[in-house]
């Protein structure tokens, strides 16, 4: 997760973005992580955490002229858009609350929104082969033996590398945060 | 528990708590072993990762969507933005503008507006103006009373006036002249003298021009054929003939013949000595020709009126022409007119009268 070095850098590349929307590429791939983990923890499954998203960042875009840079990170902004939709999509959807609607109160003040959108450049940094069975294990959430068989593999062998790779994210997720 | 040298027993648990959480993401699993537990959460969260293309979907469609709309937000919130960061686009007529102000598109529309009206305005002006000329265009008229000396037209068969009498006999009036022609009358004509001893003795006259004269005969009524029998004839209030009111002939009056009023011959009085101007009670103002407005002709026409007794114009004709239209308007404004008639002595009489109407554009 790109992360811009003090306010001042945000600023510009949202005035940036103001005055010429194809800038807003480098705020979106700035702030995709931290958007999806924000709305990932409020909803049940990975597409109505895509559909929000993606809804989120139409939004910004349609809107990002009236944005005012008021010393909140554009992050904020975002997440407050976030929780807009959010807030809609469990009014009209009432029986599928899975969170409670205080969540939707400090939407920048939740640390495992952090860790949650650190996760999945974690994943990218992994070791090719562990990468690729956590991608078809967990998002595309195939099992040992699909696996095994995509890789040529034993299933023993993925799942020693399902292993290792849970592993290794936990200690670089510890070695940030502990 | 190592965690860098797993066992089997914990590969396999990891596993199957995996298991269970994909199966049943809403139930959990529970394990003792904080390590498992810490990587359960982490597989976990792991469900939820996005998947590996649609974050680059996402952006081609963001990108896509810059590209169809080509700008994002409001008309007034982009120039906000251009306010900002100065753009350095050199100022155009209905461009986003540069330096310290912005050129709104919108005033630039009510500029040009306004002056398209101001345009618009000054080349209609001359329309109205022309139109104007209407509205400021004068007609008057107005009666002429004729104060030059009592004369009547001069003509060898006819004058003016008239005027009959008779004392009641029963016979028609006998042939003779009329007395002379006097601007008063205190005497009227008689053929039979009923009182032959008046305490004042006064020459019998007709009201009439003096200088016209009759020959010298025997008092009678010149258009008669009764020859030889005296009579004042069967008219009344004095006068000879079978006309009324000390005249001499068949009209009425003090003149003499067919008219009325007083002079010889018919025909109308003129206005003054002892007859009255009529006074016009109904006069409605002609109409401005459009030939005559368009050529900003002006004048007066002079006509010619016989105002009757009862009040109607008639005879009318023009003495002095203005042209372009304008003397048929007079005509037919006047022929319009309508007066209480002249009178001599009390009584209606027709006269003619002159009026003039005045064509003005101002």
Known sequence: ???????????????????????????????????????????ASREDAQDLTAEVFHEALRNLSRFEWRGLPFAAWLLGIASHLLADRWRH???????????????????????????????????????????????????????????????????????RALQNLRAQMRSRYV | ?????????????LDAGIEALLAHPKTGTSVSDPVLAELLGIASQLRMLPSPEFKAMLKADLLDRVDVTGETGTRKERRKADLTVPSGVLPTLAG???????????????????????????????????????????????????VS???LPAADDKTGGGGGGGDLDKVQASKGMPPKFSREQFAPPAVVVRNEDPKLAVDPTVIGPPNISFPVGP???????????????TGTGGGIGSGRDGGVGVGSGRGVGTGVGGGI?????????????????????????????KARYQGTVLLQVVVGVDGRTR????????????DEKALEAVRQWRFDPATQDGQPVAVLVNIEVNFRLY
């Open chain 2, 315 to 326: 005879d009318v004709r023009v003495a002095r022409s203005l042209g372009m239209g304008l």
């Open chain 1, 93 to 163: 959807f009432a029986r599928r609350h899975e969170v409670p609607a205080g969540d939707l109160n400090e939407p920048g003040a939740d640390p495992q929104i952090e860790t949650h959108a650190m996760l999945s450049q974690l994943v990218d940094a992994l070791a090719p082969d562990q990468r690729l069975v956590v991608l078809r294990r967990f998002v595309e959430q195939k099992s040992l033996r699909e696996i095994a068989g995509e890789l040529g593999r034993s299933e023993g062998a993925v799942k020693q590398l399902q292993f």
């Open chain 1, 1 to 43: 997760m790109k992360v811009l070095e003090n306010g001042t850098d945000e600023q510009l590349l949202v005035v940036a973005a103001q005055r010429d929307p194809s800038r807003f590429a480098e705020l979106y791939e700035g702030n995709f992580e931290r958007v999806y983990a924000f709305i990932a923890r409020r909803v």
């Open chain 2, 219 to 233: 008092m009678g009524d010149p258009i008669s054929g009764v020859m030889g029998i005296p009579s004042s004839g």
């Open chain 2, 265 to 293: 011959g018919g025909g109308v009085y003129l206005v003054g000595r002892g007859v009255s101007a009529p006074r016009a009670i109904y006069d409605p103002e002609p109409e401005y020709s459009e030939e005559g407005r």
């Open chain 2, 96 to 146: 986003t503008g540069a330096g310290l102000y912005p050129v709104h598109r919108s005033s630039f529309m009510v500029s040009l507006v306004a002056h398209a009206m101001a345009v618009a305005l000054l080349v209609t002006s001359g329309i109205w103006a022309a139109q104007g000329v209407r509205e400021v265009s004068r007609v008057s008229s107005h009666l002429v009373t004729d």
């Open chain 2, 1 to 13: 528990m190592s965690d860098t040298t797993p066992d089997t027993t914990m590969i396999d648990q």
């Open chain 2, 149 to 151: 000396p009592y004369l």
